[in-house]
């Protein structure tokens, strides 16, 4: 395996240390049947070096070469990155392979697949599995010569075991070679376009529910290959390319129908297409930028043109955008947590590295104008691919204009946001926690971080799957918050249009405009409890178990420090709740007796909450999860969770707990569980009897 950095800030430091003490290992930690070096002699040779960081952001290349042709990537929420090359371009080769990088562990894990995936497609489903469909059946030079026969085959990646597993094919006559997908709102999958088994172009439309396929319709005439598609806030899907004549998608009755023509009024072969960000600023309003390409790539250069379409409007047209440095195909364009997009890469002429264009450029949607991006290292065209990662870096790799070859250098792009105004790194707002961490859509969340005072924004990027030009399920979705106490108050997306079940990085930005890392969160809808079948997990009813034994003792601080002791509430009846001091749906637990707080506090009823987290102001931490009346109970901080032990209300995590003590200090009853308790009426009614009206 090889080791490289992902830390931008230790690149220069590292680059040539590295390179000298490079060495492959062997035995255990050897790829699976390498069939190239996996350690390179890193080459030597003049190259931009960026004087301004902090305006143009800068590129470093790491020094070590990707063993494989990385023709499609995915970002799996588990923070590495997956790599699918199948036979990577290679008509002869017949090890077909995929790997694994992994930033943290800084590793590359290569191994053998099944069949040969190369130029599928690729999303990563809502249980955050990349799903691959189709692939290449033959090649094109394969006797009888003709045309790629596409593949029917397809299969999900397990994130935990890092193995694939074949699904069910897409059907005997579906094959697709150059097709494309896309994640809609209810987790199934459009899929359309690609090369039939016959080498034809595939006229279905077909839909993955995660079982089976079903027929979705039929292409409009014009489709090209690896179409490039959006999901809008309405739940229909916007074809921007590569064809002239955009079209709209209809999930509901499955059919195309004409929207507008673009003003380039040709195709667009490998150019590329961005939803812009979706965020409160603009409500959520949909456009899409489409960039560069060329109506035949072997023949006229690639356009330098772009073209803006608002997708609100009742009459949607296209209208010019700012021009790029130079005309780009075969470019990629990557959304980062700021709303700016990265173009990069591409060539004048298709597949030509000597008019390869390296100098970077920022789309600003704001302003709507490009900037300078800095000078890549290496040029980026067919097979090239870019994709955000979580330290809010962009990954760069990938370059085979030329068969059986293929770009092997892997370069890593940091913002200007990274920087100082000085060139030196800025500091970055930090998020040490997010619950819960499963999102459910127009639910609030919490996100905890010291840096609540300073954050300007918050949003969600969904996990990246790249190929040809295109990220099939790129989007960016901003979102309502307010700071309060210490955490940010968030609100999820409101509904699976706006932003499709799954993984997402979640970023928070300072009001520099600094990014955090990013957390990855689970978006999906929260499913309604069948009263036939209720959730373990969550019992509608709390049962307590009676007991008599005495409570252990108790002396833990409140929110101002003070230390407070059991033993100070004897001849008083006590409700002790035990909930983790950042979760929504936790704080359910305290709203429950709060509701009653007034009659229990007149029947001499005192209330204790204990926290699994410290926060800088309790009180308006709770009133942000919605318990109002914080000032009827006391609050107190257990950060060492030595009471949630001392209670029994910890395993390997603190649990929840309510436990009903009486005013000899005896428990009188208790709950323990994995998951908060909802509602309270055996233990209201207990207390109650516990504590007759004075």
């Known amino acids: 395996m090889n080791t490289i950095s992902s830390n931008p800030c230790r690149f ?84 077909l392979q995929a790997a694994v990088w992994d930033p ?30 189709g692939g290449t059946l033959k090649y094109d030079t394969a006797l009888p010569a003709g045309p790629f026969l596409g593949e029917t085959k397809t299969a999900s990646f397990d994130t935990a075991t890092e193995t694939f597993t074949d699904t069910p094919i897409m059907g005997a006559n579906q094959g697709r070679w150059y097709p494309s997908g896309i994640v809609l709102s209810d987790s199934s999958v459009l899929v359309y376009s690609g090369l039939n088994t016959d080498g034809t172009l595939n006229k279905s439309v077909q839909i993955w529910d995660g079982a089976t396929w079903a027929a979705g319709g039929t292409v409009f005439n014009s489709v090209q290959l690896y179409p490039r598609q959006h999901l809008l806030p309405d739940g229909r899907v916007f074809v921007s390319g590569a064809n002239p004549d955009s079209q709209m998608y209809d999930p509901t009755t499955k059919n195309f129908a004409f929207v507008v023509n673009t003003n380039y009024n040709q195709n667009r072969q490998y150019g590329t297409s961005v939803l812009l960000p ?107 691919n870019t994709m955000l990662l ?38 970055r707002p930090t998020i040490t926690g997010v619950a819960p961490g499963e999102l459910h859509y127009g639910e609030q969340f919490i996100v905890t971080t010291p840096d609540a005072d300073k954050i300007k924004s918050v949003v969600l990027i969904r996990a990246g799957a790249v190929t040809h030009s295109f990220d099939m399920d790129q989007r960016l979705v901003g979102l309502n918050f307010v700071p309060v106490a210490g955490v940010l108050q968030a ?36 499913k309604k409890p069948d009263p036939k079948k209720p959730d373990p997990k969550t019992p509608k009813i709390m049962k307590l178990t009676p007991t008599s034994s005495p409570a252990p003792s108790l002396k833990l601080p409140d929110g101002s420090g003070v230390i407070r002791d059991l033993a100070d ?46 926060v800088a102001d309790p009180a308006a931490a709770l009133r942000a999860l919605g318990v109002v009346e914080s000032d009827r109970f006391q609050l107190l901080i257990d950060e060492d969770h030595h009471a949630f032990r001392d209670f029994g209300c910890y395993k390997s995590a603190p649990l929840h707990a309510l436990f009903l003590i009486d005013g000899e200090g005896v428990i009188r009853a208790s709950y323990i569980g994995e998951s908060p308790f909802g509602e309270t009426k055996d233990a209201l009614q207990r207390l109650r009897d516990l504590s007759p009206r004075r």
């Not at 590793?107 to 809502?126: E, H, P």
């Not at 204009?401 to 990274?418: A, D």
């Not at 993984?503 to 405009?513: M, P, Q, S």
């Open 491 to 526: 609100k999820a997306p409101a509904n699976g249009n706006l932003a499709p079940p799954g993984y997402y990085l979640l970023f928070i930005l300072n009001t520099d405009g600094v990014p955090s890392v990013a957390q990855f969160v689970h978006l999906t809808d929260l």
């Open 104 to 133: 943290k562990s800084l590793t590359v894990r290569t191994f053998k697949i099944s069949w040969d995936m190369f130029c599928n497609g690729m999303v990563i489903l809502s249980d955050g599995k990349p799903f691959v469909f």
């Open 12 to 95: 220069a430091w590292a680059l040539w240390l590295l390179v000298l003490s490079a060495a492959v290992q062997s035995g255990a930690n050897a790829q699976e049947q390498p069939n190239r070096p996996f350690i390179m002699e890193h080459k030597t040779r003049a190259r931009f070096v960026e004087p301004h960081p902090e305006q143009n952001g800068k590129w470093d290349t790491l020094p070590f070469h990707m063993p494989i042709n990385p023709v499609h990537i995915a970002m799996m929420h588990t923070g590495k990155v997956l790599i699918v090359s199948g036979s990577g371009n290679d008509p002869d080769n017949t090890n």
């Open 569 to 614: 509430s004897r001849k008083r009846n006590v409700a002790l709740v035990f909930f983790q001091g950042d979760c929504i749906h936790c704080a359910d637990q305290l709203r429950n007796l709060v509701r009653e707080a007034r009659e229990l506090n007149y029947r001499g009823v005192e209330i204790l909450a204990v926290s699994s987290h410290k």
């Open 390 to 427: 979580p330290d809010a870096t962009v990954l760069a790799l990938g370059g085979n204009p030329v068969r059986k070859t293929y770009q092997q250098e892997v370069e890593i792009y940091s913002p200007p946001y990274l920087f100082k105004p000085d060139g030196s790194l800025a500091k």
């Open 278 to 384: 979706l965020t409160p600023e603009n409500k959520f309003n949909p456009k899409v930028i489409i960039m560069g390409g060329s109506p035949n790539p072997g023949n006229v250069p690639g356009t330098d043109t772009t073209e803006l379409i608002d997708l609100s409007v009742p009459m949607p047209k296209w209208v010019a955008g700012p021009a790029m440095l130079k005309g780009r195909i075969q470019m990629n364009a990557t959304i980062l947590p700021n709303g700016k997009v990265l173009a990069s890469g591409g060539s004048v002429n298709n597949e030509d590295n000597a008019t390869a264009v390296k100098e970077a450029q920022l789309y600003d949607p704001s302003n709507n104008a490009f900037s300078a991006a800095s000078v890549m290292g290496f040029p980026r065209l067919y097979h090239s």
